[in-house]
């Protein structure tokens, strides 16, 4: 049983998505996504204590041996990211019951579900195989059951922003499949580790960098890498608040796995960093993300818009720290996935719980808040703390390494940039705290109430969550470095 | 010459597919669009099946008297891409029968005016709730 935990991670939501239908009663099928959900987290968790004990898992699919047959690969990386993807989903569909009886029609909620669970299925795929195709085809599940998600918003623009995201995100993934047809070309294989091994052999070939090249595009559309960016805030806002909060958590830290995943392990290092000018090209986007996304951010009517262009941002943050190409900027990026998604799913959640309880998540719409939801504007306001990187937050912790890791290679403008950048989110922060607990509510808004359990238990968790890993980061500082480690090839 | 003619199959699939991406760029027809968006896609399948092919190669059956054989695999993952193209064209036109019934249009251009309308029409209606008397 334990052995065949890689493949579990993928199967078992899988397979629990067209079980859903068999259950029929909304109800028993949300326990159900809960309980799949709650298992692949279960599994990754126990993935992750394996591979830090005995090192890297391979896992042959059908007895084929790699590379011929498809293997699944884990490592530090992909368990890292996979316990982020799956615990956050888990927390998000804690509150899905009661969010979407108000968002979406009643004959929709199974499917709804299976949906979920689909998405869920595709991320988890592209984490945990060691197969350049299988990527493709595990983006392309994720992605397609995504477009579906954001179209089940009540607004007629969910609709109009799915199938722009839907356009957009179907060019990145044919950009990826011809990089991955390009490498295929060069190097007769798929595995992950073998094209590491044969690659360099070809590295200097117009082929294999045009495959980079096609690549770095494709993904970065995933990542939603300013300027590639344009999709994403539409779609967050659109979409069903559950669904928004879900993404915002998982899905663009996928993009940035593959975009680690292929750069270190699979064209290496030297190729990206030497060979191409790919340092200086992330350090542009990810600084120019971060000052042009924070700064519309600031001018934004919606809160969910707010928190949408801040998610490009914090991109961003990421970004410049993948530039860095030093164990001490990878980790601090690795640290900055997790912890952005310990506050996103902070921050939609309460969205969320906003929009149960008032309808709309304008600016205006936060006027008395603060007294009339204590628990929810409270979550807010922690979760946009550690959005700034107030000491004692999470987001100070991987602002800290971002900055320590700058000034490490001598990047000194930089790590002022950075610090420059969380005085923008000071501003788009304070805006919603000043509306939310000095303003009096507005008339005929007296009556709403605090949000109900299944929101303020779930959002909570990821609250307070922020708060212990922003003092105590033994854990998550921990795996992350030795994740980074692992990928530049030091024994940790 | 042998640049152009020899590797032919390439040119194909660059043309294809900058006619593909033109059409999704350039096109206010949402339906064109998708259209666009599936010579994009057809485009990357044939250059995948091109790739496989060996000249004079046999197809992938065993037999004694054949020597040399053509790479079945991309064709292979070609059926699988072709499946996902497929799933998205029809995910694509249910949207766009959604979107049909919710704007009453498939023009890029106009639902975004409506959009944009939207949100004008919105603020007006926000300012007038506002200077309303308490």
Known sequence: ?492 | MTMILGLYNYWVVIVLMMIGFYMIIAHGNLIKKIVGLNIFQTSVFIFYISVGNIEGGSAPIWDESIILYSNPLPHVLILTAIVVGLATTALALALIVRLNEAYGSINEDEIQAMDNQDMVNHSLSNQHRDEEPC
């Open chain 1, 1 to 492: 049983m334990l052995a065949h935990l890689p493949i579990l991670q993928v199967i078992v939501p899988l397979m629990a998505a067209p079980a859903c239908l068999l259950l029929r009663r909304p109800k028993l099928v949300w326990l159900f996504t809960l309980l799949a959900s709650a298992l692949a987290f279960i599994i990754s968790i126990l993935l992750l204590q394996q591979v830090m004990i005995a090192g890297t898992i391979s896992y042959e699919l059908g007895g084929w041996s790699p590379p011929w047959g498809i293997e699944y690969r884990v490592d530090k990386l992909n368990a890292f990211i996979a316990i982020i993807i799956s615990g956050l989903s888990t927390l998000v569909l804690l509150a899905s019951r009661t969010s979407i009886e108000k968002e979406i029609s009643a004959d929709k909620h199974t499917l709804f579900y299976i949906l979920y669970l689909l998405s869920l299925t595709g991320m988890l795929g592209i984490v945990t195989t060691g197969d350049a195709f299988n990527v493709f085809v595990f983006l392309e599940i994720s992605s397609l059951s995504a477009y579906s998600l954001i179209a089940l918003g009540k607004d007629r623009r969910a609709i109009w922003s799915s199938f722009q995201y839907l356009i957009m995100g179907t060019i990145g993934a044919t950009f990826i499949l011809i990089a991955i047809g390009l490498m295929y070309q060069m190097t007769g294989t798929l595995n992950m580790a073998d094209l590491a091994t044969r690659l360099p052999e070809v590295a200097e070939t117009r082929t294999v960098i045009t495959a980079y090249a096609f690549f770095i595009v494709g993904v970065c559309l995933k990542l939603a890498l300013f300027p590639l960016h344009l999709w994403l805030p539409n779609a967050y806002v659109y979409a069903p608040s559950i669904v928004t909060a879900f993404f915002a958590a998982t899905s663009t830290k996928v993009a940035a796995y593959l975009l680690i995943r292929f750069t270190f392990s699979i064209f290496g290092l030297s190729f990206s960093f030497t060979t191409l000018p790919m340092g200086t090209l992330f350090l542009t986007l990810g600084l120019l993300g971060i000052f042009v996304a924070s700064t519309v951010a600031i001018y934004q009517d919606n809160i969910k818009h707010v928190f949408a262009y801040s998610s490009v941002a914090q991109t961003g943050y990421m970004i410049v720290g993948f530039s860095m190409a030093t164990t001490a900027g990878l980790s601090a990026m690795l640290l900055h996935m997790f912890n952005h998604a310990l506050m996103a799913g902070a921050l939609f959640l309460a969205l969320a719980a906003v929009t149960y309880r008032v309808g709309a998540t304008k600016i205006s719409d936060f006027q008395g808040l603060g007294r009339q939801m204590p628990f929810t504007m409270a979550a807010i306001v922690i979760g946009g703390l550690s959005v700034i990187g107030v000491p004692l937050t999470a987001g100070f912790v991987s602002k800290w390494h971002l900055v320590v890791a700058a000034i490490g290679k001598d990047w000194w403008v930089v790590a002022g940039l950075l610090l420059l950048g969380s005085l923008l989110a000071v501003i788009y922060v304070w805006r919603i705290v000043e509306t939310a607990y000095f303003n009096a509510p507005m008339t005929g808004k007296d009556s709403v109430e605090e949000a109900p359990m299944a929101f303020l238990f779930p959002i909570w968790i990821l609250a307070s969550a922020n708060v212990y890993f922003g003092i105590d980061t033994r854990l998550s500082v921990e795996t992350a470095t030795a994740a980074a480690k692992g990928l530049f090839g030091v024994a940790p």
